[in-house]
C-alpha cells in the first residue's frame, strides 16, 4: 500500500508532462546584445549554458546573442560546431582556440571575458551558477569594474531581475543601475530549454575565431592546471537529470549508501546526498544538493532519510515531483513533499528494489 504511493509517482515520471515556461519578454528600452559564456565537454556545449541562451533571450525581442566558447583541439571544433545549432536564438558563435585555454581556469577565462567585451561592447554577459560560471564571472566583473547579479531565476525586463535570498525564502527584485555592461549569473533550472527547441537544427549561427594575438603569457594568471579526478559512471549528471535519488544521514554509513546506488540504477537517475551525508564521508561532495551544493529540479525527487533543513530544501524544493521517506513523521521534508511515506528505508527500499523491474 505504502509502496504503491511512491510506484504512482515513479509512473508519473515516466509520463512526464514538462510545463514549457513561458517568460515574460523584455520590454527593452534599447538594444540589447548579450554574451553568453559556454561549457562545453566531449564536443558539445553542456545543456545549463543552453539554458543560459534561453535566458538571455528573454533580455528583449532585439537581443544579439553571441556563444563564446574556449579551449583547444578538435573537441572545441565540434562543440563550435554543436554551439551553432544549439538553440535558434544564437547569432554567432566566438571561439578562442589556445593551449591556454585547454583547462577551464578562472583567471585566463576571465581575462578572455574582458577581452571580447571591449571588443563586442556588449550590453549583457551571462554565465550559468555551476562552478565554472560562479569562478569566472565575478573575477570578469572586476576586471569590467561593475557589479555582477547572481543566481538569477527571473528575467523581468533588461535590468531587472529576481534572485533568491536567505536559502530561497524570499525572493528579491534587483534593478541594474550600472554605467557599464550587466554581468548575470543564472540558475539553469529556471531557464528550461524545450526539447523541441533543443532538438530544431534549423539555424546554423557563424562561427567566427577570437583573434588572441594581444592575450600574452601574463593573462593567464598564477594558478596552473593540475589534475582532473572525476568518477566514471554511467549516470546522468546531477545538475541536469530527471530523476534524482538522495539519500541523508538516515543511511547511517557509506556501506549502506549504495541501496540508494542501487535504485538510481534501477531509475536511471543521478545520486544526491545532504551535507549531513557528505561530511559523515558517505559519498563525495560533488552530490551534495542544496545551498552549498548544487541546484537541481528534475521531474521527480526522491528523498530517504532526508530531514528537510531549509538549506537542503534551496538546492530541491523546485522539483516537479518531491517524494520524502522519513521515519519521522514530523520532518520537515514533509512540508514541501507531493508523496510522504513514514516508515524505515531500510524495509522501504528493499522493497522498491524487488519490485521495480530491471532498467531496460
Ligand atoms: C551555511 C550552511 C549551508 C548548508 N548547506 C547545505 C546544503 O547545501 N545541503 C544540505 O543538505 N545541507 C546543508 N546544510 C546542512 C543542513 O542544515 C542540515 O544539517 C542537513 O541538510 C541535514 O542533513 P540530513 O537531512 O541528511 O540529516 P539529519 O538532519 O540528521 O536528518 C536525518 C533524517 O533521517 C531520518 N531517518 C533516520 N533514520 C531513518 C530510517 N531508518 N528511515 C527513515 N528515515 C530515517 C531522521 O528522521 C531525520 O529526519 C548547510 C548548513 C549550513 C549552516
Not at 583573434?211 to 546522468?236: A, C, H, M, W, Y
Not at 538516515?250 to 541501496?259: I, Q
Not at 544526491?272 to 537541481?296: M, W
Amino acid at each position: 500500500m505504502a509502496i504503491g504511493v511512491i510506484l504512482r509517482a515513479l509512473k508519473r515520471r515516466i509520463d512526464p508532462n514538462p510545463k514549457s515556461q513561458i517568460f515574460s519578454l523584455a520590454s527593452a528600452s534599447r538594444s540589447v546584445s548579450t554574451l553568453v559564456l559556454a561549457e562545453h565537454e566531449g564536443g558539445a556545449v553542456k545543456a545549463p549554458s543552453i539554458s543560459a541562451v534561453e535566458a538571455a533571450k528573454s533580455l528583449g525581442d532585439d537581443n544579439s546573442i553571441s556563444l563564446l566558447l574556449a579551449g583547444s583541439g578538435s573537441s572545441l571544433s565540434e562543440a563550435a560546431a554543436h554551439a551553432a545549432s544549439c538553440h535558434p536564438s544564437v547569432s554567432q558563435v566566438l571561439v578562442a582556440d589556445s593551449d591556454k585555454f585547454a583547462h577551464p581556469l578562472a583567471e585566463s577565462w576571465a581575462k578572455l571575458v574582458h577581452l571580447v567585451q571591449q571588443k563586442g561592447s556588449y550590453s549583457h554577459v551571462i554565465a550559468t551558477s555551476s562552478s565554472f560560471g560562479k569562478n569566472i564571472l565575478p573575477r570578469a566583473a572586476a576586471l569590467l569594474d561593475v557589479s555582477p547579479i547572481t543566481d538569477v531565476i527571473e528575467i523581468s525586463s533588461s535590468h531587472l531581475f529576481v534572485r533568491p535570498i536567505y536559502a530561497g525564502n524570499a525572493l528579491c527584485t534587483v534593478k541594474y543601475t550600472g554605467g557599464g555592461p550587466c554581468l548575470l549569473t543564472i540558475r539553469s533550472t529556471s531557464f528550461p530549454v524545450s526539447p523541441l527547441l533543443a532538438d530544431s537544427k534549423s539555424n546554423e549561427a557563424p562561427i567566427s575565431q577570437i583573434d588572441l594575438s594581444t592575450f600574452g603569457e601574463d593573462s593567464i594568471g598564477n594558478s596552473r592546471f593540475v589534475k582532473v579526478t572525476s568518477q566514471d559512471s554511467e549516470r546522468p549528471d546531477l545538475a541536469n537529470a530527471n530523476v534524482v535519488v538522495t539519500g541523508g544521514r538516515g543511511l547511517k554509513n557509506a556501506e549502506n549508501f549504495k541501496m540508494i546506488e542501487k535504485l538510481a540504477e534501477k531509475l536511471g537517475a543521478a545520486v544526491g546526498a545532504t551535507r549531513a551525508a557528505v561530511d559523515s564521508g558517505f559519498v563525495p561532495n560533488d552530490l551534495q544538493v542544496g545551498q552549498t551544493g548544487k541546484i537541481v529540479a528534475p521531474e521527480l525527487y526522491i528523498a530517504f532519510g532526508v530531514s528537510g533543513a531549509i538549506q537542503h530544501l534551496a538546492g530541491m524544493k523546485d522539483s516537479k515531483v518531491i517524494v520524502a521517506v522519513n521515519k519521522d513523521a514530523d520532518a520537515p521534508i514533509f512540508q514541501v513533499a507531493d508523496y510522504g511515506l513514514v516508515g524505515d528505508l531500510f524495509e522501504v527500499i528493499p522493497e522498491l528494489l524487488e519490485k521495480l523491474p530491471e532498467k531496460k
